[in-house]
């Protein structure tokens, strides 16, 4: 994996953040005095982003794992993997939201099935003009189809990520710790000067990567449906009488 000095700066507190071997792994610390976080010096525009992380063990209710693409734009594109804390034997939760063109509130919420806090697990973003994916280890749990206007197509995003403590947080406890590797990104690096590459080089054979033409396919949507029928705990889809068109 690529050293994380080459790809990331820390951003929030860098007297929380632990950068062990050569980069090889970054541990975010948060107790009463700071949260910590870290992020991408490029932005992209398509591929597969993604971290791998280990959450915080036992008692870490009230603790938040944020992992984001966003374009920190007024308008902005972001995709969120969100892992809330819980006490010690209750499962995490992951909560998952995307916002296009400024608009949210389309929160999804599972439980995880396996206990993430005993290994490194990889979650990513599987982006194209087709679709975003959002990927635990290699299994879907989302998919947000090109299928809407807008659609996150446009806004070169970076990488963010951070951990942070609600009100409910037992300091006690404190410090929790959240560990990342996998600092390799797979993705189209967007550059200012020439704007359009990263949609040239979508379907240019050439310079195609493997996330490039990944089309939504039975596989991919019998995983998901596994995962939603037996882990999706909250769906916003379900608070409409007619449901937006992504649903």
């Not at 870490?60 to 969120?80: F, K, P, Q």
């Not at 679709?131 to 995003?157: H, L």
């Not at 089309?215 to 029928?229: A, E, H, P």
């Amino acid at each position: 994996a690529s050293s994380f000095s080459g790809n990331y700066d820390i951003t929030w507190a860098p007297d929380h953040v632990d950068v062990i071997g050569h980069g090889q792994e970054v541990d975010l610390r948060l107790d009463r005095d700071s949260g910590a976080g870290f992020g991408s010096k490029d932005r992209f525009l398509f591929g597969q982003l993604g971290l791998q992380i280990k959450l915080v063990p036992y008692d870490s209710s009230g603790t938040i794992v944020a992992y984001m693409l966003s374009s920190l734009t007024d308008d902005r594109d972001e995709l969120d993997f969100e892992f809330l804390g819980n006490s010690t034997g209750q499962s995490y939760t992951l909560q998952t939201n995307l916002f296009v063109s400024g608009k949210g509130k389309r929160e999804q919420r599972f439980k995880l099935w396996f206990d993430p806090t005993a290994d490194f697990h990889f979650y990513s973003f599987v982006w194209n003009p087709f679709q975003v994916i959002f990927m635990v280890d290699d299994i879907p749990v989302r998919v947000f189809k090109n299928t809407t206007d807008p659609y996150p197509s446009t806004k070169p995003m970076g990488i963010y990520t951070n951990i942070w403590g609600s009100s409910s947080v037992d300091w006690d406890h404190a410090p929790f710790v959240a560990f990342y590797r996998g600092f390799t990104i797979d993705a189209c690096q967007y550059c200012e000067t020439s704007p359009d590459d990263c949609h040239a080089k979508i379907t240019d054979t050439n310079s195609q990567r493997w996330w490039s033409s990944l089309k939504w396919n039975d596989q991919l949507q019998g995983n998901l449906s596994f995962v939603r029928r037996n882990y999706m705990i909250d769906d916003y889809c379900s608070a409409y009488e007619s449901p937006p068109l992504e649903c």
